[in-house]
């Protein structure tokens, strides 16, 4: 036979740890600015005209290295943060 919670179930008991603390969040917010970051300097490189290529504006290096870069580094520290264990855990 199933069991059921009730709302008494399910309030906190006693002193309730988290799983992450401040810090954790701040380096989680400081990964998805990164990612978002390398998403915005991938982005662009339209030519007005559709019948020409412009080969160094979708080449460039800002496309091409850096902003790839920028979101593996954002990804590294969204692992970090992660895996940070947090100062309140005994």
């Not at 799983?19 to 490189?45: E, H, P, R, T």
């Given at each position: 036979?199933?069991?059921?919670?009730?709302?008494?179930?399910?309030?906190?008991?006693?002193?309730?740890?988290?799983?992450?603390?401040?810090?954790?969040y701040?380096?989680?917010?400081?990964?998805?600015?990164?990612?978002?970051?390398?998403?915005?300097?991938?982005?662009?490189?339209?030519?007005?005209?559709?019948?020409?290529?412009?080969?160094?504006?979708?080449y460039?290096?800002?496309?091409?290295?850096?902003a790839?870069?920028?979101?593996?580094?954002?990804?590294?520290?969204?692992?970090?943060?992660?895996?940070?264990?947090?100062?309140?855990?005994?």
């Amino acid at each position: 036979m199933a069991t059921t919670k009730t709302n008494k179930d399910l309030t906190p008991k006693g002193n309730q740890t988290f799983l992450f603390d401040k810090s954790n969040y701040m380096w989680m917010i400081g990964g998805v600015m990164l990612i978002l970051l390398g998403f915005i300097l991938m982005a662009g490189g339209k030519s007005e005209d559709p019948n020409k290529f412009d080969y160094e504006a979708i080449y460039s290096a800002r496309r091409i290295t850096v902003a790839p870069l920028m979101i593996l580094i954002g990804f590294a520290v969204e692992i970090y943060a992660i895996m940070k264990k947090p100062a309140n855990a005994a």
